[in-house]
């Protein structure tokens, strides 16, 4: 230790000594002296005794003066009977007459007297006998939505909380709960009113927000979960006509990760996006709505079935809400407006069975198509000494895949590695087993194929080829990353929780930039393996269709794509998002870090 570390935590400088007693211990050893060493941890080490140590304390601080502002005016008055002055005099009479010193002591007297709370106008005190079961709610209109909706019960015709969205204001003030029977607001009586009247009143009123509600006992606010989702579907709450509430959805992309923070909605569950600092949560479809309404687009338009179109998820035509359903949130507001005589579209109760059938390449379409992709939960996955991700390549044949593995590989070839593929042809004189191939029988690679140990095969001019998954394992515990561009059949094979891969989509630029790179680079056609020819149009078109199908059937599994324009844009990019998954903790399945 030398003497910059003198001051360093007691705790932690013995627990170093006694970890340099350590004989064995490998890399977690080596990790941990880092750790341990490192002055970013001693100053969070001090920063938390600190708190502690003023935690423990008996004694609180409490303001001296709560009108140091009228002190102030007083000395001045006083300056001003003094006829004699001195230059400190003139020097502290500027000082106390300058409008930034005097705001500080008028804030200071706010805090010394809490007069920062709001100024609440009194509680009505003209309430009738029946009415010991009310309870009065003021809220403090501004800018930020009351979030909470209400609608018209069915059974009683009354109007109710619909539901209070988490981390907004009604729900901060811990005073209005869903199911609480709304009976006045601002002293209006809403018997007999609809919830459009209600919205009216509410946008007219400002200041202070006055309701007279009967609490709906037994249904607190519930506590917010803690899951998290990635969205494998984009939505915009403007373009669904059957939202309870327009201005309190949320709109996300496919891709973004959301905080789900209430599930007790089947239809319409609340999240917040991962990251914003907005805490007022918004309406999503829930999982199972949107399974329903995938499901019901595919019924309508059976074309989607065949992967050749990304899937629309333009709604259905029936309604989910109620006419009586609307927001009671601020700002201008539309209330719901269903079709008329409309039915609840595809209800929990009734949503179609999903075809649950095992993996089997044989039938790898009809399992492709039974995917309903809608949210996968997930998880942070930190890197650790030991954890190597593999990267996978995937996308069209003929979209430059392979050459983006081969060019990643030689810009550091001892780090990134790719698996040696197996082979049931003969073995050329020129070749050394293990290095270009490893060759075996047939009989030995249709055994291993049937015992599920190959991660993809195939078969050309009656040799078998293949991609053992012991050697992608044995690549892995090595410490070093193995980079695959296997047939996109094989990411179910591949997307495991024992290794647990970072599959990039590598995506065709328009066809026409696709024509136009490609024959500006003079490149050769990956589609005929006898000659050496350039691209015809119709295989650029089918390098379209394809990549499209992929990105149809597998695109929820992708966690990155890169557009395949420029080459070397390309591998820039892949470069940095290889680093990065080795670099930062990103999100994975959940099932993943379990």
């Not at 009479?93 to 500080?104: F, V, Y």
């Not at 992309?253 to 569950?269: M, N, T």
Request: glycine share 6%.
């Amino acid at each position: 230790m030398d003497s910059a570390t003198d001051n360093w935590d007691p705790a932690l400088t013995r627990l170093l000594s006694s970890l340099k007693e350590v004989q064995s211990g490998g890399e977690d050893v080596a990790f941990l002296n880092e750790l341990l060493q490192s002055r970013q941890l001693n100053a969070l080490v001090q920063v938390h005794n600190k708190i502690v140590a003023a935690q423990c304390k008996d004694d609180k601080f409490f303001p001296l003066l709560s009108n140091a502002m009228q002190v102030t005016l007083e000395v001045l008055e006083m300056f001003g009977n003094v006829h004699t002055v001195s230059k400190e005099f003139e020097e502290l009479l500027i000082l106390l007459q300058k409008p930034h010193l005097q705001a500080i002591l008028c804030t200071h007297d706010a805090v010394a007297q809490k007069d920062y709370y709001p100024h609440l106008p009194d509680i009505p005190q003209d309430v009738d006998d029946e009415e010991e079961t009310v309870k009065i709610v003021q809220l403090v209109k501004s800018d930020e939505p009351l979030g909470a909706t209400i609608k018209t019960d069915e059974e009683t015709g009354k109007i109710v909380i619909a539901r209070v969205m988490h981390g907004g204001a009604a729900d901060r003030s811990g005073l209005i709960h869903a199911g609480d029977e709304v009976i006045e607001v601002n002293g209006i009586s809403v018997e007999n009113k609809t919830p459009a009247d209600v919205l009216s009143i509410l946008q007219s009123s400002e200041g202070t927000i006055t309701f007279k509600l009967v609490p709906s006992f037994g249904k607190g606010g519930s506590r917010e979960s803690k899951v998290r989702v990635r969205a494998l579907f984009n939505y915009n709450s403007s373009e669904d006509p059957y939202i309870p509430c327009k201005e309190a959805g949320l709109n996300f992309k496919k891709g973004d990760i959301l905080h789900i923070v209430s599930q007790d909605d089947a239809y319409w569950w609340q999240a917040r996006r991962e990251g914003d600092r907005v805490m007022r949560a918004g309406l999503i479809p829930s999982r199972a709505l949107q399974e329903g309404r995938i499901i019901h687009e595919r019924q309508a338009d059976p074309q989607t079935m065949d992967g050749e179109r990304r899937l629309s998820l333009q709604f259905g035509k029936p309604a989910l809400c109620s006419p009586s359903q609307a927001n009671s949130d601020c700002g201008p507001k539309t209330p719901c407006s269903p079709t008329p005589n409309a039915t609840a579209l595809l209800p929990c109760k009734s949503l179609p069975k999903v075809k649950k059938i095992i993996y089997d390449i044989k039938e790898n379409d009809d399992f492709d198509r039974e995917i309903i992709p809608t949210y996968e939960e997930v998880a942070r996955l930190y890197p650790r000494p030991g954890l190597v991700r593999p990267i996978v390549l995937v996308g069209a044949p003929g979209v430059g895949r392979n050459e983006l593995r081969r060019r990643l590989i030689a810009t550091d070839p001892e780090k990134y590695v790719t698996p040696v593929p197996y082979t049931s042809r003969a073995q050329k004189t020129s070749e050394q087993n293990g290095k270009e191939y490893v060759f075996v029988t047939r009989e030995k690679m249709e055994q291993d194929i049937s015992d599920g140990k190959f991660i993809e095969h195939g078969e050309y001019k009656g040799n078998l080829y293949g991609t053992s998954a012991e050697c992608v394992e044995t690549i892995v515990n090595s410490g070093r990353v193995c980079v695959l561009s296997p047939h996109w059949q094989a990411l179910k094979m591949l997307r495991t929780p024992r290794l647990r891969p970072y599959i990039v989509f590598i995506k065709p630029p328009t066809l026409e930039k696709l024509i136009k790179t490609r024959t500006a680079a003079n490149a050769r056609s990956t589609f005929d393996k006898e000659c050496s020819r350039a691209f015809t149009e119709e295989e650029f078109t089918d390098i379209i269709r394809s990549s499209n199908r992929i990105n149809f059937l597998y695109g929820y599994m992708f966690d990155e794509e890169i557009v395949n324009e420029d080459l070397a844009a390309a591998l820039t990019q892949l470069l940095k998002m290889a680093w990065r998954v080795q670099s930062e903790p990103l999100w994975v399945p959940a099932a993943w870090v379990q």
